[in-house]
């Protein structure tokens, strides 16, 4: 997923971050902050590997769509970003419903690059790489083998 994000943010031009955070339940499971210098999505921490990765996709999907959603109060969110003035938050999404079409679409990206990458775990000839994410990813994204 570190890979995915840093790809991801060469080419939108702005550092990804992702931080894992034991986030209240219940709650958001994710949460989308963008910022002028870069864009911030704070993850359950408390769940399982796999979930965590659906999660971040889940705020990657809001990025590719350029879903701007209903605001989000940053001010509860402070302890989450030490250092960072609630004013500077331009953009803030949460996870925890799907009733809108914009959770649906955000979900839908996650559903299907998600897939994908799992697919390509079985189909895709050994990748130079120990950490099973990043060839997952790698597979994805890879050339002529990817969603992209
Ligand atoms: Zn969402």
């Known amino acids: 997923m570190p890979d ?11 550092h990804i971050e992702l931080r894992p955070y034991p986030l209240p339940t219940p709650g958001p499971l994710g949460l989308w902050f963008e910022t002028p210098a870069a864009d911030l999505i704070i993850f359950q921490r408390e769940t399982t590997p796999l979930h965590q990765d659906h999660i971040v996709l889940h705020e990657v999907g809001h990025m590719l769509a350029d879903h701007r959603g209903p605001a989000v109060a940053a001010d509860q969110w402070k302890a989450l970003l030490p250092g960072l003035r609630a004013g500077a938050i331009q953009r803030a999404l949460q996870r925890c419903t799907y009733d809108t079409e914009e959770e649906w679409e955000a979900e839908l990206v996650a559903t299907i690059v998600g897939e994908w990458a799992s697919v390509l775990d079985h189909v895709t000839p050994t990748v130079r790489n120990d950490d099973l994410s990043a060839r997952r990813v790698q597979a994805a994204l890879g050339d002529r083998q990817g969603w992209l």
Not at 4 to 14: I, N, V
């Open 4 to 14: 995915l994000c840093q790809a991801l943010g060469r080419s939108r031009g702005r």
